[in-house]
């Protein structure tokens, strides 16, 4: 990646760079494609309204935005974090979840 993209003229960090700024290498593509693939229909289905929450989100909202139950939601979640594509922290005494690269999350 060139790195004169992530600084600004005063060489701080750019806070506002934008994932079509930067060249994604091709392995980090193939592995994050490989990783989709093999998940289930359901759960490809429900990253779509995850992602458009944002990067992170909870099982309420995210139970609110999909037509699926919430024991095939939490299924679904499970499935998606067994397969590193998003990660589970607890915030406040509420369970969040985050993807795991935003690469991912453009998807």
């Known amino acids: 990646m060139d790195q004169a993209k992530l600084f600004d003229t005063n060489g701080q960090f750019r806070r506002d760079l934008t994932i079509s700024e930067v060249e994604i290498p091709q392995s980090l593509r193939l592995i994050i494609g490989r990783r989709l693939a093999h998940l289930s229909a359901q759960t490809t289905e429900v990253l779509g309204p995850a992602a458009v929450i944002g990067r992170s989100f909870g099982f309420e909202l995210l139970e609110a935005a999909t037509p699926i139950d919430a024991e095939s939601l939490l299924d679904s979640v499970e499935e998606a974090e067994r397969a590193g594509i998003i990660l589970a922290s607890t915030q406040q005494g509420e369970t969040r979840f985050q ?4 690469l ?3 998807r």
């Not at 993807?99 to 935003?102: Q, V």
Request: proline fraction near 0%.
């Open 99 to 102: 993807f795991a690269h935003e």
């Open 104 to 106: 991912v999350r453009k």
